[in-house]
């Protein structure tokens, strides 16, 4: 059944790849692995039983995930039917094709680290709809957004998941790993940017008559400023609610959720029905993009299914006795992250490798002390493996909670991605990896 497993789950992934040539929604694809790739581990004499207990955590950890994503792209969605992003899209006046690419890029990588790198890509494709006209076009700047939201997540305690779960263990500190990881994380978006400034030529063709999906309904500049200074409110409260509550960051989107709920209810009540349900949350739920958040339900419950039947387990102890080198073993693991979703890789190399305390260090042999004074808090592994498992995951669209995001709303193809960014991404890992290794030395 191991073997089963793994086949079933390359099976599906090829699927997901093909699936222009197929005809078949990803989403279908990843549903079908993780029910089938589960279904073979419940069939297994020796983990039948426990994998039901198995399933049921996995899936609270991955419904924790979903529901933040649709609190997300909830309060995203009740901002645009409000015109609420003319605030920022008025303000950006580049013509320029590379001077947007600059400015959105940019802007992304501070964003991501504030909210984190899911949030912000939300965020930032919802601004390139009203910023570039043509669907191809725009996918290479939904490209870059998903490079910078990752590179700008990776430098921050909050920027993203993996990040935030080893600066929950204490394996890094917040001041640590921004000071440490902000230059390779910056030039993990410099190269590929650079790249890609001399690709694009010309002016950039915004929407002709762009108007919100709340139709011929118009909100006033009153109505406009406050739905947007909500929802950004909203938005950056998240980390802030869970620094006080340590509740998880899915309870304080619902809360930014409910509060814009009521927020716009009242804002609207004297108006007509059609106009209080045009901007209503209910009308905004009805255009979120359900498939895309049963295609990361399906992706997210396929690869703990390896977690669970071992597979996971096997590839970490494999990186260990072949490499053997913290830089090597950092490194495949941000490769492997653009495969396979990068939150199990992270759980088990903090498994794997025990964080050791200054005591610990000082009863080491000399010989040794090098390798184990990798493992201590700010040490170096802990940052490298913040920086790869936090940006690895551009090398490949499906490789990242940001692509992942970006793959479901602009249906971008995974071949195309693969073709046009993938490279560019992979120039830009490598670098911050070189700056890295030079700075620490």
């Known amino acids: 059944m191991f073997t089963l497993i793994a086949i079933i789950f390359v099976l599906g992934y090829l699927m997901i790849a093909f699936e222009h040539s197929l005809k078949i929604d990803k989403a279908a694809s990843a549903l079908l692995t993780a029910v089938f790739t589960w279904t073979a581990l419940a069939l297994t004499p020796v983990t039948g039983e426990s994998s039901i207990h198995e399933l ?67 965020v930032m494709i919802a601004l390139v709809r009203k910023l570039v006209g043509d669907p191809k076009e725009r996918w290479f700047y939904v490209g870059m957004v998903v490079i910078a939201a990752n590179a700008g997540g990776a430098w921050s305690p909050i920027g993203d998941v993996t990040t935030t779960m080893l600066w929950i263990g204490n394996q890094i500190t917040s001041l640590g790993i921004m000071g440490e990881l902000f230059i390779p994380s910056m030039v993990c978006l410099l190269v590929p940017l650079i790249y890609l400034s001399f690709m694009l030529k010309g002016n950039a063709v915004r929407p002709n008559n762009y108007q919100s999906k709340a139709h011929q309904h118009q909100t006033s500049a009153f109505e406009r400023n406050m739905v947007f200074a909500l929802g950004v409110g909203a938005l950056v409260f998240v980390p802030v609610f869970k620094t006080i509550t340590h509740l998880p960051p899915y309870m304080g989107i619902l809360l ?34 359900t498939p895309s958040i049963l295609f990361f339900l399906g992706i997210l419950l396929a690869v703990s299914s390896l977690a669970t039947g071992g597979h996971l387990t096997e590839v970490a102890g494999i990186l260990k006795a072949q490499l053997g080198n913290i830089y090597a073993i950092n490194v495949a693991i941000g490769l492997l992250s653009s495969v396979i979703d990068n939150v199990p890789l992270v759980a088990g190399a903090m498994k794997m490798y025990p964080l050791v305390s200054a005591e610990q260090l000082a009863a080491v042999p000399l010989d040794q002390a090098a390798w184990v004074g990798s493992f201590v808090q700010d040490g170096n592994f802990w940052e490298l493996l913040a920086y790869c498992a936090g940006t690895g995951g551009s090398c490949l669209i499906i490789g990242s909670a940001a692509g992942v995001a970006a793959m479901g709303m602009e249906k971008i193809p995974f071949f195309w991605y693969l073709k046009n960014i993938s490279l560019l991404a992979l120039l830009g890992y490598f670098a911050g990896v070189g700056v890295y290794i030079v700075l620490a030395a």
Do not use: P
Not at 73 to 80: A, R, S
């Open 56 to 122: 049921r955590h996995h899936l609270g950890e991955i419904a924790e995930i979903l529901f933040f994503l649709l609190g997300a792209m909830t309060i995203v969605e009740l901002v645009d039917a409000h015109d609420g992003f003319k605030i920022i899209t008025e303000r950006i006046s580049a013509q320029k094709k590379t001077s947007l690419l600059w400015v959105l890029s940019i802007l992304t990588f501070f964003l991501s680290a504030i909210l984190d790198n899911l949030t912000t890509t939300i």
């Open 256 to 289: 930014g959720v409910g509060v814009l709920w009521v927020a716009t209810a009242f804002l609207h009540h004297g108006k007509h029905d059609d106009a209080k349900q045009a901007f209503s949350v209910g009308a905004v739920l009805q255009r979120i993009d």
